[in-house]
């Protein structure tokens, strides 16, 4: 949800999509990393045995993915309606 958040984050004027279309490498990586180190911390047993982490079922990851898609899809429509406002409110 935090990287998700980020992305959305990237830009007030544009949703989602239209700024991952933007090139950026370093944010790619940055990206990549915290999902290869997720990954590690939440798969591999001397990981999480080290972040005393208990071992995620399969409908817990999902929730997760679930809870953290809600996060960025509210910022979304917040971001939609404040656009919206604003260009009424500036007409």
């Not at 005393?52 to 809600?70: I, K, N």
């Not at 960025?72 to 007409?91: C, D, Y």
Request: net charge positive; hydrophobic share 60%.
């Amino acid at each position: 949800a935090n990287v998700a958040l980020i992305l959305t984050n990237r830009s007030w004027e544009r949703n989602l999509v239209s700024t991952l279309l933007v090139p950026n490498r370093a944010l790619w990586w940055v990206v990549g990393g915290a999902f290869v180190f997720l990954a590690l911390a939440l798969m591999a047993p001397p990981a999480r045995h080290l972040f005393l982490f208990d071992e995620l079922r399969p409908l817990e990851m999902v929730q997760a993915v679930a809870v953290g898609g809600a996060s960025v899809l509210w910022f979304e429509v917040w971001k939609i309606f404040r656009r919206t406002a604003g260009a009424s409110a500036g007409s």
